[in-house]
């Protein structure tokens, strides 16, 4: 069956420091969804990607979404202490409408 | 407008014990996620109802757990026979048009 990793599981920072998380699946994805879930909190949507190559960009949130539609990565630059959390990617192949979750990444900023 | 609503927000229940936890979608959603995170764990899907249609149950992990969806709205999720291992936080999303999911706030499932 479908598998997305997500890489890597922790990330420790120093406030302002950038921050990257990849999502890799074995199969060809429709599309792809990105999560945050602060500490003690549930998922909340960012943003979907579809097309090949696409790029999205929220203030200091970048996201992407590869050329063959197998990866994608978040990149926040200069982190704050605000962007504390587990980051989710969530991918869908044709015709599903189950959604696999990557394990998730969590962020730890440091002030 | 209102988002997704659980109940009860904690169980706590004793290894044996049947349990029926409770999801509201956001009003005019067709679609319906149940999710099960463990603690530091990744979402594992469960179960998925769309509209009339029969749900997808491929997620489920064991014929202890069954779910029910009336009136293509409120949800809710039974565990029967609990087991120490169902402890978890049981997550609910729902989805006008299957992409965009909408989670509620979680029941947090504690078996003894």
């Known amino acids: 069956g479908q598998q997305v990793m997500q890489i890597p599981q922790y990330q420790h920072v120093q406030e302002g420091e950038d921050f990257t998380t990849y999502c890799n699946s074995s199969?060809?994805?429709?599309?792809i969804q990105w999560y945050k879930q602060r500490p003690g909190g549930h998922p909340v949507f960012l943003i979907q990607?579809?097309?090949?190559?696409e790029v999205k960009k929220q203030k200091r949130l970048t996201f992407q979404f590869g050329e063959a539609k197998k990866n994608s990565s978040l990149h926040i630059t200069a982190t704050q202490t605000t962007d504390v959390g587990t980051y989710f990617c969530a991918g869908r192949t044709g015709g599903s409408y189950i959604p696999t979750f990557g394990r998730g990444t969590s962020l730890i900023v440091h002030p | 407008g209102a988002g997704v609503s659980q109940s009860p927000s904690n169980k706590v229940t004793e290894k044996g014990k049947d349990v029926e936890l409770r999801c509201d979608p956001i009003?005019?959603?067709?679609?319906l996620y149940w999710y099960r995170q463990s603690l530091g764990q990744g979402l594992e899907f469960l179960i998925y109802?769309?509209?009339?249609?029969?749900?997808?149950k491929s997620g489920l992990p064991s014929d202890r757990f069954s779910a029910e969806r009336t009136g293509g709205s409120v949800s809710t999720l039974t565990i029967q026979r609990t087991q120490q291992e169902d402890s978890a936080v049981y997550l609910c999303a729902s989805s006008r048009t299957a992409d965009t999911q909408y989670f509620g706030p979680g029941t947090r499932l504690t078996v003894l």
């Open positions: 109802f769309q509209g009339n249609s029969a749900p997808d």
């Open positions: 009003s005019g959603h067709t679609a």
């Open positions: 199969t060809t994805l429709s599309n």
């Open positions: 990607l579809v097309k090949s190559g």
